[in-house]
C-alpha cells in the first residue's frame, strides 16, 4: 500500500504547485470567514452591553441606587423557590420601580457570592483579576474587604470598563484597582495573579480553550481559578449566536480545563435556583415595554437568558460554581479524570447547608457520592431478538414523550403522530430534552430534527433502532476513517505507546 509521502512524490512539479496554492487558498479563506465571523459577534456583545450600560449611568445618577453600587446586579441571582410577579427584566431596567424585587435578587447574589469565594485565604493573596468584570462589583466588594488586594478588571465592553474606573476612582482604592479594556481570549492579561475570577463570561467566548490558556499562564502554581459557567449537559454544545450563547458540554469543559492545567476541586450546581430566577411567565410583555421592536439584538440578547431558564429548568444545561486549582505536576489525562469526574457530581446548590459561623470551608463537607444510574435498556435491547427490538424502545419511548410533556403514558401507542403533539406542549426544547433522555438511556444521539421528521412514535423508534444495530460498524468506519488520516509517525508512536506497560495505579 503506497503511503502518502510516495504518493505526493508522484505529482509533477505544476501539480505539487497547484496543491499548495490550493491548501493556502483554502486555509486563508476559512481564516477570514473565522476572524469576520469573531468580530460580528464580539459587536454583537459590546452593543448589548452598550444598551445595557446606558441604563446603568442612568441608575448610578439615582442616589439611593448609589448607596448600592457596589452591588450592580448583571449576573443571575440563585432563588430557592420560583417568586410570584418577580420579572428579573424589570430587575435589570426598573431597579428603581421595583426596590423589594431589586432587594430579592440582591440577598440571593450575595449568598451565592460568600458561596463562590468560601474557603479561598484571601488574607494570603496578593493580585486577583476579573477577565468579564461586570461593573467590577466583584473587586469592588473584595477591595472593601482586604485593602491589602490589587485588583485587576478585564473586560470587553469600553463603557463597562469605563464604569468600573469611575468606581475605582470613587472607592479611593487609588492604584490598587483598575479596569482594563481588553478581550479575554486574545489579549495577554497584565502580570501574574493569585486567584481569577471569571463569572458568567467565557459562555460569551467561541474560542474557549484559548482563554482558558490565558487564564492558566497568568495564574500563579496553586493559584485559584473562581469559575462560574452554564455548561451543556447534552454530549453536544448548545449554541445561540443571535445571544452569544455557546455553552459547551461538561466533557468538553473537563478537557480543556485539563489542557490548561487546571484541576476542578469541588463544584456546585445552581441550575435549579438559576432556572428559578428566570422564571417569567410575562417575559415578552415587559420585553415589548422595555426595549423597542427595532432593537433586534438587545431583544435577542434578553430573550437568551429567558430560553436558559427553560433549560436550565430540564436539566439541559447546568449553572456550575466551581473551585479551581493550577496543578502543573498532575498528568494530563489525570486532571481530565478528576474534572470529568467532579462535573458529574456537582453538589446541588440547595444541599450547601450555609454555615455563617464556620464560614464554610473549602472542600465542603462529606457528601453523599452521587452514583450515576446507569440505564440497562440499551443491553437488554440489543440482547433482543431483532423482531422484539421496535417494541422495547417504543414502549419506551411512549414512557418518555410522557415523562417530558407531563401527560399519562397511556395517552401514545406507536401510531401517536409526532406533530398531534404540539398542542400537548412538544416544541424545540422539549425535543432536546426526550433527546437527552434517549442519549443517556439508549447510547443513541439523533439530531433533535429528526424528534419533528419522524412521522410517528412507531417510525421514530425505527430509527432508534436501526442507530442501535448500526452502532458498532459505524465506530469501526470512523476508526478506520482515523486510521487513513493518520501520519506513520502518529501510527508509529501509537504503537510504542500501546506496547507500554499499564501504569501503576
Ligand atoms: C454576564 S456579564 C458578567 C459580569 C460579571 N462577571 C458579573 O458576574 O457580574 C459578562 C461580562 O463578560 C464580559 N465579556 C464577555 N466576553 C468577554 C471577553 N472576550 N473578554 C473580556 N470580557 C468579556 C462582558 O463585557 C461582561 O462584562
Known amino acids: ?96 420601580r421595583y426596590p423589594e424585587a431589586v432587594e430579592m ?31 467590577a462589583s466583584d473587586l469592588l466588594y473584595l477591595g472593601h474587604l482586604y485593602p491589602h488586594l490589587q485588583l485587576t478588571g478585564y473586560n470587553i465592553s469600553p463603557e463597562q470598563v469605563r464604569i468600573g474606573n469611575d468606581k475605582a476612582r470613587n472607592s479611593g482604592m487609588g492604584e490598587r484597582f483598575m479596569v482594563v479594556l481588553g478581550d479575554s481570549a486574545k489579549d495577554e492579561f497584565p502580570g501574574q495573579f493569585d486567584v481569577i475570577l471569571s463569572f458568567q463570561v467565557i459562555h460569551h467566548i467561541q474560542d474557549k480553550q484559548r482563554a482558558l490558556l490565558n487564564v492558566s499562564t ?22 445561540a449566536p443571535e445571544s452569544s450563547a455557546y455553552f459547551a458540554p461538561r466533557e468538553t ?12 476541586v469541588e463544584g456546585v450546581d445552581a441550575a435549579a435556583e438559576i432556572s428559578n430566577f428566570l422564571y417569567d411567565p410575562r417575559f415578552e410583555e415587559y ?17 437568551g437568558p429567558h430560553q436558559l431558564g427553560d433549560l436550565l429548568g430540564k436539566g439541559l444545561a447546568t449553572y456550575a460554581v466551581l473551585t479551581i486549582q493550577k496543578d502543573p505536576y498532575l498528568e494530563e489525562a489525570d486532571l481530565r479524570r478528576i474534572n470529568r469526574r467532579e462535573l458529574h457530581r456537582l453538589i446541588p446548590y440547595a444541599d450547601v447547608a450555609w454555615d455563617e459561623a464556620r464560614s464554610c470551608p473549602l472542600l465542603l463537607d462529606a457528601w453523599p457520592e452521587r452514583l450515576a444510574t446507569i440505564s440497562c435498556l440499551r443491553q437488554e435491547v440489543l440482547e433482543a431478538p ?32 409526532l406533530v398531534s403533539l404540539v398542542s400537548l406542549g412538544f416544541d424545540s426544547l422539549s425535543a432536546l430534552d426526550l433527546g437527552r433522555r434517549v442519549e443517556s ?44 488520516g493518520m501520519s506513520e509517525e502518529e501510527a508509529e508512536a501509537l504503537l510504542v505507546e500501546g506496547a507500554k506497560p499499564e501504569k501503576p495505579a
Open 105 to 135: 435578587a440582591r440577598q440571593a447574589q450575595s449568598e451565592m457570592r460568600k458561596m463562590i469565594f468560601r474557603g479561598i485565604d484571601f488574607g494570603k493573596v496578593e493580585a486577583v483579576l476579573d477577565i468579564g468584570a461586570g461593573y
Open 287 to 303: 420585553l415589548g415595554g422595555l426595549v423597542p421592536a427595532e432593537d433586534l439584538n438587545t431583544r435577542a440578547h434578553l430573550r
Open 441 to 484: 438511556e439508549l447510547g443513541v444521539h439523533l439530531s433533535a430534527s429528526l424528534y419533528y421528521m419522524a412521522r410517528n412514535i412507531g417510525e421514530l423508534a425505527s430509527l432508534i433502532v436501526a442507530s442501535l444495530a448500526v452502532g458498532e460498524e459505524a465506530i469501526d468506519e470512523q476508526l478506520l476513517r482515523a486510521i487513513e
Open 218 to 239: 497568568h495564574l500563579k502554581g496553586g493559584g485559584y481559578f473562581l469559575l462560574v459557567e452554564i455548561m451543556s449537559t447534552l454530549t453536544h454544545p448548545i449554541e
Open 253 to 264: 469543559w473537563a478537557n480543556m480545563l485539563a489542557a490548561a492545567r487546571l484541576r476542578i
Open 1 to 96: 500500500m503506497k503511503i502518502i509521502a510516495d504518493e505526493l512524490k508522484d505529482l509533477t512539479p505544476a501539480q505539487m504547485e497547484r496543491l499548495r496554492d490550493m491548501i493556502r487558498s483554502e486555509q486563508e479563506t476559512s481564516g477570514e470567514v473565522i476572524a469576520a465571523d469573531e468580530k460580528r459577534a464580539r459587536e454583537m456583545l459590546t452593543d448589548y452591553y452598550r444598551s445595557l450600560s446606558e441604563g446603568s449611568s442612568q441608575k448610578s445618577n439615582d442616589t439611593q441606587h448609589r448607596e448600592h453600587w457596589d452591588e450592580d446586579l448583571i449576573r443571575f441571582s440563585p432563588f430557592l423557590r420560583r417568586k410570584e410577579g418577580f420579572s428579573w427584566i424589570s430587575v435589570y431596567f426598573e431597579p428603581e
Open 386 to 417: 431483532a423482531e422484539q427490538r421496535h417494541a422495547l424502545v417504543s414502549e419506551r419511548l411512549c414512557n418518555l414523550f410522557a415523562e417530558v410533556l407531563g401527560t399519562e403514558k397511556s395517552s401514545f401507542d406507536t401510531e401517536t403522530e
